[in-house]
């Protein structure tokens, strides 16, 4: 659940995405910040390793530069994320792209993967993201 989602509209869905969220700028999506829950049961290996090669999988089509990989918690869930520097596929901008990998807690039949990318150097699109995520709950 997203708390707060001023100035982001909703994108047309995308296959496994649960919300699809946008910020826009002369009609081209300039953020994005996407939700796809996966079921705990579907999602077993969740040492360092294996969501590190998971991050890398999803990253590598899109020639990432400076790729930093960490644990990260957000409100109540905890997990991973990777982030790296890639070319907009809409824009001719760099974008900063963040994967989050979070495991939701016992009572929690999901876990989530969070997408989110902004241009590298606009920093009121990287607070737009970061309001999202500091709002993101799952209860």
């Known amino acids: 659940m997203l708390l707060d989602t001023r100035g982001w509209g909703v994108l047309d869905p995308k296959e496994g995405v649960y919300m699809s969220l946008g910020t826009y700028k002369n009609n081209k999506i300039i953020s994005y910040f996407g939700i796809s829950p996966v079921l705990k049961s579907v999602n077993k ?55 989050f990998i979070l495991f939701g807690n016992d009572s929690n039949q999901y876990d989530y993967i ?20 500091n709002n993101f709950w799952t209860k």
């Open 45 to 99: 290996n969740k040492d360092r390793q294996s969501m590190e090669n998971l991050c890398r999988d999803v990253l590598k089509e899109q020639n990432p530069k400076n790729y930093s990989f960490s644990e990260v918690k957000i409100n109540e869930l905890s997990g991973y994320t990777c982030q790296a520097e890639v070319v907009g596929l809409n824009i001719n901008e760099t974008l900063h792209l963040s994967e």
């Open 114 to 133: 969070l997408i989110a990318s902004f241009p590298l150097n606009n920093s009121k699109e990287k607070e737009k993201v970061e309001t999202l995520l």
